[in-house]
C-alpha cells in the first residue's frame, strides 16, 4: 500500500493564531439563537481548505464585552479555534473570518496572532 507522503515544510515561519467565535448569533444583528450546524461546517471547510488543519479547544469560554453601537454590556460563550497559519497567508485567515462574521452573525471576530489582538469585521 502506498503512503500519502508529507509535503515538504518550508523555512517561512509559521505563527499559531486562535479565534473566538461566539455559540449564538448577535442579538443585535439577528435572534441570539444558537448557530446551526451548517456555520459551523462552513467554518470548518473554509479553514481546512486553506490549511489543512484546525483545532476545537475543548468547551466554552465565557466573556463580555461592551457592545460599539448600544454601549450594553454583552455576556456570551464562546468557542476557540487554534490553527497554524504562515505568515504570508495571514490575510488568508483575515477574509475566512470576515466572512464568518456573515456565516455567524456577528460584528466581528476576535483573532489573535502571535499574542497580538485584533478585532476582524465584515467589510
Excluded at 4 to 14: D, I, L, M, P, T
Excluded at 21 to 46: F, T, V, Y
Excluded at 71 to 99: C, H, K, N, T
Aim: charged residues 30%; proline residues 5%; positive net charge.
Amino acid at each position: 500500500m502506498k503512503r500519502k507522503g508529507r509535503r515538504r515544510q518550508s523555512s517561512e515561519r509559521v505563527v499559531e493564531c486562535s479565534f473566538f467565535i461566539p455559540i449564538r448569533r448577535d442579538a443585535n444583528l439577528s435572534d441570539g439563537l444558537p448557530h446551526g450546524s451548517k456555520a459551523w461546517e462552513q467554518l470548518d471547510k473554509a479553514v481546512y481548505d486553506l490549511f489543512e488543519g484546525m483545532t476545537a479547544a475543548p468547551g466554552y469560554h465565557r466573556g463580555f464585552y461592551r457592545d460599539p453601537d448600544t454601549g450594553q454590556r454583552v455576556d456570551d460563550e464562546s468557542r476557540q479555534f487554534i490553527v497554524a497559519v504562515p505568515e504570508s497567508r495571514l490575510d488568508e485567515l483575515r477574509q475566512v473570518l470576515a466572512d464568518a462574521c456573515g456565516w455567524f452573525f456577528q460584528k466581528c471576530i476576535y483573532l489573535s496572532i502571535a499574542g497580538q489582538v485584533e478585532f476582524v469585521k465584515k467589510p
